[in-house]
């Protein structure tokens, strides 16, 4: 897909805003506002959502891979997303990400590096797609909290990525083919990562999640906060 697609939009990378209010306060106000079985969708995925797997999207250049990723980290339960832009800024599609980035945490890094040091600083193994990784996608599923780096469409991991890494794996295949499309090889990787893996937020962190579900669906939030006295 080319970046100069209509389709395509800057991501915002910050990072979430803190809460303008107490997620409680806030969940009060705005729970009224939707539907029973809204609001139940909004708690069972914040009840599965997962920190323990942080993917690292390195230098992506096409704005259809890194929408695929992003729409796959949000089906599978993955809550935090860390970015390195690389020379080209971080682009969506619209069409294929259908807004999935506004669920997740995005963050921006200014080098893989300082992502990969303060990733391990937090307890993470590094892994590196590859094609001859040292493991199977699914043996990953067993490390208690793993970082996965996935490199540029065309060069892949760098080598610096490479260097920091705890491992490289490999996503099996029988054919001809030696490599998949980097959203395709993604999807499988985050699928098998995530099996078995249970909703690890604690409740403070659950709660303000649902907090930023609900301001995120209604586009009344603030007024509905500030007539309820939450907001001043």
Known sequence: MRRSDPDTYPVPLGGPAPLPAPAEAIVAALVPHVTPARWARMQAVAA???YA???VLEAFHDPHNASAVLRSCD???IQRVHVVPGEEEFLAARKVSRGTDRWLELVAHEGIAPCLDGLKA?????YVASMEGDVHPAELATVPKVAVVFGNERRGPSPTARALSDGTYAVPMRGFVESLNVSVAAAITLQAVMHGR???LTETER???E???LMTTLASAEAILRERGVLS
């Open 48 to 50: 599965s959502r997962s």
């Open 53 to 55: 797997v942080q993917p």
């Open 75 to 77: 089906a599978f339960g």
């Open 122 to 126: 937090q307890g993470f193994e590094i």
């Open 198 to 200: 249970p909703g690890d």
């Open 207 to 209: 709660r303000a999640l």
């Open 211 to 213: 907090a930023r579900y």
